[in-house]
């Protein structure tokens, strides 16, 4: 499940990522939310091995909304596994296959080691890995993956809950608790801080000393 806004670019980026893994996806869910504009011109011409779904929420709506409508499709569906895939991140060729592995013998999986890429206008900096902390569940969120009993009773969490404002809290703090969940080492995504970015600026300057 793909959350997008107001990036076509780095929503194309993201979904050729994912087609481009040693095991692809089967579906591919995009959620544009936010903007009464759509862009799915920006993977439209894509011919990839992947089902592409395209769903459009023109509204501004709750960070949980994000996640839960394209949750909810692919439950639906009757899929079996599933990728949290936030655009801005970059996902190495095995991300879906080790998280796969993961999961054959735990609920849930993310990991805290990632690679850091940060840009702004002129200049970027890159560590090809780092100890990543900073996401509610441990590790970073876009290397969370879990299966669909996991997924079931995340939809109903984030569904019912009033608490938090960040959707990963809620995975951490009410859904995690009830499953068998995995703090893996393996290094599948880099994470993309760039203007934008709400989590990352205080933990930037200790990652890069």
Same mark, same amino acid.
């Given at each position: 499940? &793909?959350?997008t #806004?107001?990036?076509p670019?780095?929503?194309?980026? +993201?979904?050729? @990522?994912?087609?481009a *893994? /040693?095991?692809?996806?089967d579906?591919?869910?995009?959620? *544009?939310? =936010?903007?009464?504009?759509?862009?799915d011109?920006?993977?439209?011409d894509?011919?990839?091995?992947?089902?592409?779904?395209?769903?459009?929420t023109?509204?501004?709506?709750? *960070?949980?909304r994000?996640? %839960?409508?394209?949750?909810?499709?692919?439950l639906? *569906? =009757?899929?079996?596994?599933?990728?949290w895939?936030?655009?801005? !991140?970059?996902?190495l060729?095995?991300?879906?296959?080790l998280?796969? @592995?993961?999961l054959?013998?735990?609920?849930?999986?993310?990991s805290?080691?990632?690679?850091?890429?940060y840009?702004?206008?002129?200049?970027?900096?890159?560590?090809?890995? &780092? !100890? #990543?902390? &900073?996401? %509610?569940p441990?590790?970073?969120?876009?290397?969370?993956c #879990?299966?669909?009993r996991f997924?079931? @009773?995340?939809? &109903? !969490?984030?569904? @019912?809950?009033?608490?938090?404002?960040?959707?990963?809290?809620?995975?951490?703090?009410?859904?995690?608790?009830?499953?068998?969940?995995?703090l893996? /080492?393996?290094?599948? +995504?880099i994470?993309? %801080?760039?203007?934008?970015?709400?989590?990352s600026?205080p933990?930037?300057?200790?990652? #890069?000393?």
């Open positions: 499940m &793909v959350p #806004f107001n990036r670019d780095l929503l194309r980026s +993201c979904v050729l @990522q994912l087609a *893994q /040693s095991r692809p996806p579906v591919i869910c995009v959620h *544009q939310n =936010g903007n009464p504009v759509a862009y011109w920006a993977i439209a894509l011919r990839i091995a992947s089902q592409l779904v395209w769903i459009h023109p509204e501004t709506i709750e *960070q949980h994000w996640y %839960a409508i394209p949750l909810r499709y692919l639906e *569906q =009757g899929c079996s596994h599933f990728f895939a936030d655009h801005d !991140d970059l996902y060729r095995d991300h879906v296959a998280g796969l @592995q993961d054959r013998d735990f609920d849930f999986s993310v805290s080691r990632c690679g850091l890429l840009t702004r206008a002129a200049d970027f900096r890159y560590a090809p890995e &780092v !100890d #990543f902390t &900073v996401h %509610a441990g590790g970073m969120s876009s290397t969370m #879990f299966n669909r997924a079931e @009773q995340l939809l &109903v !969490d984030i569904t @019912q809950d009033r608490q938090h404002q960040y959707t990963d809290n809620v995975v951490a703090h009410v859904t995690m608790p009830k499953f068998r969940c995995r893996s /080492s393996r290094r599948t +995504c994470y993309h %801080a760039h203007e934008g970015s709400v989590t600026h933990w930037l300057a200790r990652a #890069f000393d």
